[in-house]
């Protein structure tokens, strides 16, 4: 459980959940950092409290109540938390980077479903299309009989316009 609470990238919110899941155990855990000064960093860092500053080769409390160790307590090159083989400022850029490249990635896959369901006739455009066609030919139906109607009053009162009964005969 204490690798998994190192390996969290919000130090803040890591010091919180070793405060909810073991309370007694972090409360003997915090303020104990001065102890491991001038040892190593992995000897610091055990505790998931503390803050290893590789310049000074200092251990200190983790100020949770900010996200970053401020300046004056340690550089951001030189201050790791969790692990020792990353500091915060790698852990920064590798974070805004990661972070990036998820936010670009789903934007091109948003990018990609739209255009991909714009293309896709949808099941309210194929109705609608289909009622249309069925209107058009009821349409033309109904043009047609009115017009074989017409065409035949036409014929019973003799207003039909036949050929032209003088037209030249051709062989």
């Known amino acids: 459980m204490a690798l998994a609470l190192r ?3 919000a130090p803040a919110l890591t010091l919180a959940l070793a405060l909810a899941l073991a309370p007694a155990a972090a409360q003997d855990m915090v303020g104990d950092c001065h102890q491991y ?3 190593s960093c992995e000897e610091c860092l055990k505790n998931v409290t503390c803050l ?8 200190v409390e983790y100020p949770v109540r900010r ?16 692990v020792c083989w990353v500091n915060f400022e790698a852990l920064i850029i590798a974070m805004s980077v ?3 490249t998820i936010l670009i990635m789903l934007g091109v896959c948003c990018c990609c479903c739209c255009k991909k369901k714009s293309k896709k006739p949808d099941k309210d455009d194929e109705r609608a299309a289909r009622e249309r066609e069925k209107r ?6 109904r043009r047609a009989e009115m017009k074989s109607r017409h065409d035949e ?3 019973k009162y003799g207003l039909f316009k036949e050929e032209n009964p003088y037209a030249k005969f051709e062989n």
């Open 52 to 59: 290893w500053c590789a310049s000074s080769g200092r251990c």
């Open 153 to 155: 009053i036409r014929r």
């Open 37 to 39: 000064t001038n040892r």
């Open 98 to 100: 990661v972070g990036g």
């Open 7 to 9: 390996l969290c990238a």
């Open 67 to 82: 996200v970053l160790p401020p300046a004056d307590l340690c550089e951001l090159r030189s201050a790791h938390w969790g």
């Open 136 to 141: 058009r030919v009821r349409q033309e139906e």
